[in-house]
């Protein structure tokens, strides 16, 4: 029977994963780094240091250079991004994820939100759905970041349900990965070419329902 929904972030609840992008392409630009959406799909659900790393791949190299730099690149990223998220509004949250979140909570599942990004509290306190969401992985205590099922499982643990009764909804490679590691079903939203790997992919979160995740279990 299914228990638990958990959801990932940015590009489900709300497009932040297009100011992510937005960030990342002005710091590539500058280090004249080749930078397109099309690369970009690698970065997300992937950790700020790491998303750095593959950008160096795709120029210099992620060994030219030190720890450092990196950071105070990857800090330089956060604040663009900061800048960029409070635009955020209620008026932000994806089709249909308003909908849905109330759906699950009247049809008495268990919520978590499993995002890498340590942003999280504070965009879902621009949306305004903390309420919904009976748990909230902390970014900075989960050890490695997707493709590694550790958020999803530091999420079902924390719900008390299992694997076999949950369901994640994600919208990156990356992140359906993850949830599968994790022995979860799995809601792709997006583009099916990068999500091969999900039970089932949505065009559209407007799709979401409570139907399409029992329908899994
Ligand atoms: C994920 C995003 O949710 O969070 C990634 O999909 C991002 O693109 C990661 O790199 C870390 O986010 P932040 O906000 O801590 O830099
Ligand atoms: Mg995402």
Same mark, same amino acid.
């Given at each position: 029977?299914?228990?638990?929904?958990?959801?990932?972030?940015?590009?489900?609840?709300?497009?932040?994963?297009?100011?992510?992008?937005?960030?990342?392409?002005?710091?590539?630009?500058?280090?004249?780094?080749?930078?397109?959406?099309?690369?970009?799909?690698?970065?997300?659900?992937?950790?700020?240091?790491?998303?750095?790393?593959?950008? &160096?791949?795709? =120029?210099?190299?992620? $060994?030219? %250079?030190? +720890?450092?730099? #990196?950071? *105070?690149?990857?800090?330089?990223?956060?604040?663009?991004?900061?800048?960029?998220?409070?635009?955020?509004?209620?008026?932000?949250?994806?089709?249909?994820?308003?909908?849905?979140?109330?759906?699950?909570?009247?049809?008495?599942?268990?919520?978590?939100?499993?995002?890498?990004?340590?942003?999280?509290?504070?965009?879902?306190?621009? &949306?305004?759905? =903390?309420?919904?969401? $009976?748990? %909230?992985? +902390?970014?900075? #205590?989960? *050890?490695?970041?997707?493709?590694?099922?550790?958020?999803?499982?530091?999420?079902?643990?924390?719900?008390?349900?299992?694997?076999?009764?949950?369901?994640?909804?994600?919208?990156?490679?990356?992140?359906?990965?993850?949830?599968?590691?994790?022995?979860?079903?799995?809601?792709?939203?997006?583009?099916?070419?990068?999500?091969?790997?999900?039970?089932?992919?949505?065009?559209?979160?407007?799709?979401?329902?409570?139907?399409?995740?029992?329908?899994?279990?």
């Amino acid at each position: 029977m299914l228990k638990a929904v958990v959801f990932d972030l940015d590009g489900v609840i709300t497009d932040s994963a297009a100011y992510h992008y937005e960030a990342w392409k002005q710091i590539a630009d500058e280090m004249s780094i080749p930078f397109d959406k099309e690369y970009n799909e690698r970065l997300k659900g992937v950790s700020r240091l790491e998303s750095l790393n593959l950008i &160096l791949d795709n =120029g210099p190299g992620r $060994d030219s %250079m030190s +720890d450092e730099e #990196k950071e *105070e690149i990857a800090t330089r990223k956060n604040e663009v991004y900061k800048e960029l998220i409070k635009k955020i509004t209620p008026k932000d949250l994806l089709p249909g994820i308003g909908e849905v979140l109330k759906a699950c909570k009247a049809g008495g599942l268990k919520t978590a939100l499993a995002s890498v990004s340590k942003n999280a509290p504070y965009i879902i306190d621009r &949306l305004g759905v =903390g309420k919904y969401f $009976d748990y %909230m992985a +902390d970014a900075a #205590k989960i *050890e490695r970041s997707k493709p590694f099922p550790d958020i999803f499982l530091d999420c079902i643990h924390a719900l008390g349900v299992d694997p076999s009764e949950s369901v994640g909804v994600e919208d990156a490679e990356a992140g359906i990965a993850a949830i599968k590691a994790a022995g979860m079903k799995a809601v792709g939203v997006g583009s099916p070419e990068s999500m091969w790997q999900a039970d089932v992919v949505l065009s559209s979160t407007a799709e979401l329902s409570v139907e399409v995740f029992r329908k899994l279990i």
